[in-house]
Nanobody, 124 residues
Framework: VQLQASGGGLVQAGGSLRLSCAASGRTFSSSDISWFRQAPGKEREFVAVIIKSGGSTFYADSVKGRFTISRDNAKNTVYLQMNSLKPEDTAVYYC??????????????????WGQGTQVTVSS
């Protein structure tokens, strides 16, 4: 599967962005899909995940209540709606799929397929 992340940009604090992650080569509906982010000099960190079965969602505490992950199976695309953005949200955002069975969803090493990343910059 190939993933293509898009939608990043420069936004002022308090603003919103919607990231998209489009898949090709396989349908998304049968896969967990996650978003991670990596700021300069920091490790890649978990942001959100949407589960294939039932569409349950889970978020990092730092984004809970501000970010929403969703999927459009007809378009084979997963979205990350980001509201009330803060300067500390500045990072390259990556989508990922192909979770190693039974492993922790919050660990980047457990996801085998990654998109190329999209830059989000929040100015104060």
């Amino acid at each position: 599967v190939q993933l293509q992340a898009s939608g990043g940009g420069l936004v002022q604090a308090g603003g919103s962005l919607r990231l998209s992650c489009a898949a090709s080569g396989r349908t998304f509906s049968s896969s967990d899909i996650s978003w991670f982010r990596q700021a300069p000099g920091k490790e890649r960190e978990f942001v959100a995940v949407i589960i294939k079965s039932g569409g349950s969602t889970f978020y990092a505490d730092s984004v809970k209540g501000r970010f929403t992950i969703s999927r459009d199976n007809a378009k084979n695309t997963v979205y990350l709606q980001m509201n009330s953005l803060k300067p500390e949200d500045t990072a390259v955002y990556y989508c990922a799929t192909d979770l190693t069975y039974g492993s922790a969803r919050s660990k980047p090493i457990n996801w085998r397929s990654w998109g190329q990343g999209t830059q989000v910059t929040v100015s104060s």
